[in-house]
């Protein structure tokens, strides 16, 4: 597996190499391309949340899913939240809505209502900056603890879950979920629905590649995202899908103890 533990020390190794040959032989081509290599990588590892490159991180159940998917929602709580619940309850369909703390205190009818609901609650940081991905571990336990805190005051719940902001990991947040202890939640399938305009292509999306044991990502911060739900829902009890909770899917715990 491609780790940064095992990749570091291998371009550190091929890299002082190739820093020699040029020294010595007078092209510095090979040095290059091991530097271009390692940023092409760790980027890569950033930005691609299945690779738990930096960090372990669950994003699928790969066997044994029976129909099972998990729908997830980030960004909320929102005045739109609502909707998502009425059609989730229509459905009798469980989700996991990763919360932002700052909308936690903005909606906290709404986030109780997700638990009163039987949906799961999880960590999305207090206030989703942009700069996430450049924080200081210490700046990142802040923005946990402080979500959790609200959460907890809110619902008597400290989430175990935590999807990290525009799905980016690296070294910081490795070090502040350990602090935490936390577990980060990815995806296997993702709508699009912040950046796609037309919902038939939502849709689409979502359906073309669908599989039990998916956990499928989308935000409920939109009448689009209502719109697709409306569309979708019907369409994976059709096909006898059924979503469960990430705890329920996984078989992990929610949160603390
Ligand atoms: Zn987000």
């Known amino acids: 597996m491609l780790k940064h533990t095992i990749v570091y020390p291998l371009f550190l190794l091929t890299g002082f190499i190739a820093l020699l040959a040029g020294i010595f032989g007078g092209s510095f081509a090979w040095f290059f391309v091991v530097v271009l290599l390692a940023v092409g990588i760790t980027a890569w590892g950033a930005f691609d949340i299945r690779l738990g490159y930096f960090t372990p991180t669950f994003f699928q159940k790969k066997y044994n899913a029976e129909g099972r998917i998990a729908l997830t929602f980030d960004d909320g709580p929102s005045p739109y939240t ?4 009425q059609l989730l309850k229509a459905y009798q369909f469980k989700a996991t809505f990763f919360c932002i703390g700052k909308h936690v205190l903005a909606y906290p009818d709404i986030t109780k209502q997700m638990i009163d609901e039987g949906h799961t609650l999880g960590n999305h940081t207090y206030s989703h900056r942009k ?7 210490k700046d990142l336990v802040t923005e946990l ?9 809110t619902v008597g719940k400290i989430p175990k879950f935590f999807r990290p902001p525009f799905g980016v990991t690296n070294p910081s947040v490795a070090k502040a979920v350990q602090r935490t202890k936390q577990q980060i939640i990815g995806w296997s399938n993702r709508s699009l629905d912040t950046v796609t305009l037309e919902e038939d292509k939502i849709v689409e999306r979502v359906c073309k590649k669908l599989k039990a044991g998916d956990i499928i990502l989308f935000h409920d911060t939109s009448q689009r995202t209502v719109n697709v739900l409306k569309r979708l829902l019907p369409y994976l009890q059709k096909q006898g899908y059924i979503s469960v909770s990430v705890d329920d899917l996984l078989n992990l715990h929610g949160y603390e103890e």
């Open 145 to 153: 603890e402080k979500c959790n805190s609200i959460i907890y005051q």
């Open 131 to 137: 700069s996430f991905g450049f924080l200081k571990e």
């Open 82 to 85: 609502t909707e998502v619940l």
